[in-house]
């Protein structure tokens, strides 16, 4: 009987089996169009949920304990369009702006925020806020 596993050898560089990127833990990469993906949420209509509000800041949170701001941020953006009342998710969003150094953005939020809510007791609070970023300019 012949041996055969040069034959499956080829078979599966050929597949690409052999042929696929690998990280630690031989685990595959998984490849991701981001800007589809990207296009996609832009598409979406969030409809208020101050539970998913709540889950997105969690998972913003955890991406800035590790100092992964721009998943934070994007976190903190959708949670922002679940509930544009809740000035928590406002406030991390621009915490994680001013630590990548984004305060013409930070400023922006600052005016979305009095924009939306100019009836919140915290508007005294984002006018302070927005006036210290102007300065940091």
Partial sequence: MRNHWPVLLL???VTG??????R????PVLVRDYELDKQKEEEEVREY???KAKENVEVGDFYQKKSNYKAAEERYRIAIDY?????ESYE????????QGKYEEAVEICDLF???NPAS???EGFRKKRQKLLGEK
Avoid: D
């Fill in 24 to 27: 630690p833990g031989n685990k």
């Fill in 114 to 116: 009095l924009e939306i």
């Fill in 121 to 123: 007791k915290e508007v």
């Fill in 17 to 22: 089996v052999l042929a696929q990127e690998r």
């Fill in 83 to 87: 509930n544009t009342k809740w000035e």
């Fill in 11 to 13: 078979l599966l560089v």
């Fill in 92 to 99: 991390k969003l621009i915490k994680v702006l001013e630590k």
């Fill in 49 to 51: 949920s101050p539970p």
